[in-house]
């Protein structure tokens, strides 16, 4: 299971990088693998405001479909428009190609109640 | 009470899997290539899916074929020994679907009832005494695909050659086997049933001989694409043949079947709701229990919907008030979002055309 050192991580299995006041954010490879093959990608509106655990994106796999709740609250600043065609980045390439969204940050506070790596393999390891 | 798990169990996880528990059993839902890798392989070459979980309920002796008229809609006249027929059991009260299933006739007196894997209970109940449950003593595979008579032929000429709805009793490697020309998917291919202790020899035989490994994951996408009603979902409580667009899996001709009267009220009536299929232009599917619109109107619920790996955008099944026929655009409120649809002809996805054998 790839749990990269640099990244921050929520309980609901998705990944944040904090850059300057700017949060990317995707789902985990444990994710990806647990949903199955990724076929459908909403992604939000560039401009949305979006609250701390709010529904900022939907993710259908052959399986289900999940909500991605937001991290920390904030602007969306940019949106991963690759994904429109191509979903099965969140599978082929979770931590990277395969982003979903960039948010402005609004209240940097909140990042602190974010999970780091060794955090997050806990909850993995325990799940 | 722990999930029952098929005599490939291991064999499974050994391939890596990732498991699901299904109608009380524990099946693998993909392997390492996942659900749309398999998909496609079953649509251009050939897969092995291992359908254990269906039950196998035998009825033997001379009055087993009358017990099974009286108790399933469809006509054993139609066919014979030798031969597959798709048929429904329905409930006594209101003609809901209790079980669809397959009866493989396979010799004159002898009678293997494939339910769904949920439903054997059922099944056993309608046919009374003498009904036996087998479905531990064998494993069931199911290979499909355009080539999957192509490649099962070195491994067993004979079973390559049951036809389609035939059913034969095979030998492999001493091991006696019923095949039955039926499937799940779409395609062409075949049903083996292998005795427990060898269905783990068959299993690597099949895979040896090119045929990839597919989950139940690929076997629902297919049997959507291919617009067959999976029970619990297109069939079901409330849901009756006729509603389901099956009137053909049931025989007016033949005298008394459980639950006649009430499915006879209903044709006299009209059915208030048919099963239709619907596509959306983009790849968001609609999805289970999901309201389908008309000017804003609720007219139904989608049974069904996912992403058509071969068409390249959502597709799904649906009950629909009977006014909505085909060609009628509809809106799916999918979580908040309308998502425009249109109801078509099925199937979503025809066959491919089978590769020669030999």
Known sequence: MNIPDDLRYTSDHEWVRVEGGRATIGITDYAQDALGDVVFVQVPDVGATVELGATVSEVESTKSVSDIYAPVAGTVAEVNTDLADSPERLNEDPYGDGWICVLEVGDASQLEGLLDAEGYRALVDGA | ?358
């Open chain 2, 1 to 358: 009470m722990p999930a029952r798990t098929s005599p490939l169990d291991r064999a499974h996880r050994a391939l890596g899997a990732r498991m699901v528990a299904f109608g009380g059993w524990d099946m693998p839902l993909a392997y390492p290539a996942g659900t749309l890798a398999e998909h496609r392989a079953c649509r251009a070459g050939a897969v092995a899916f291992d359908v254990s979980h269906l039950g196998t309920v035998r009825l033997r002796g001379p009055g087993a074929r009358d017990r099974l008229q009286r108790a399933f809609t469809n006509d054993l006249d139609k066919i014979g020994p030798g031969r597959a027929q798709y048929t429904h059991l329905l409930d006594e009260a209101d003609a809901s679907v209790l079980d669809d299933l397959i009866v493989w006739w396979a010799e004159e007196d002898r009678f293997d009832v494939m339910p769904n894997a949920s439903n054997t209970g059922r099944v056993l109940d309608a046919l009374g005494p003498g009904a036996q449950d087998v479905t531990a003593e064998r494993a069931v595979l199911a290979l499909q695909g355009p080539h999957a008579r192509r490649r099962l032929h070195p491994i067993s000429a004979e079973a390559a050659a049951v036809g389609r709805f035939r059913v034969a009793v095979v030998k492999w490697r001493d091991a006696e086997c019923l095949v039955a020309g039926t499937g799940y998917t779409g395609e062409d291919g075949v049903e083996v049933a292998v005795p427990a202790d060898r269905a783990q020899e068959l299993w690597s035989a099949v895979l040896d001989g090119g045929f990839e490994p597919a989950g139940l994951g690929a076997r629902d996408t297919l049997r959507l694409e291919a617009a067959l009603p999976l029970h619990g979902h297109e069939l079901g409580p409330g849901i009756t043949p006729l509603q389901a667009g099956l009137g053909w899996v049931v025989s007016w001709s033949k005298g008394p079947f459980r639950g006649r009267e009430p499915l006879a009220a209903e044709r006299e009536r009209g059915v208030a709701r048919r099963l239709r299929a619907l596509a959306v232009p983009g790849r968001r599917p609609p999805r289970e229990g999901q309201a389908v619109l008309v000017d804003g109107e609720p007219v139904g619920t989608v049974t069904s919907g996912n992403f058509s790996p071969v068409l390249g955008h959502g597709i799904a099944l649906a009950l629909l008030v009977t006014e909505v026929g085909e060609g009628t655009e509809v809106i799916v409120d999918a979580r908040g979002t309308e998502l425009a649809a249109r109801v078509v002809p099925t199937p979503f996805v025809g066959a491919s055309e089978p590769a020669a054998v030999g």
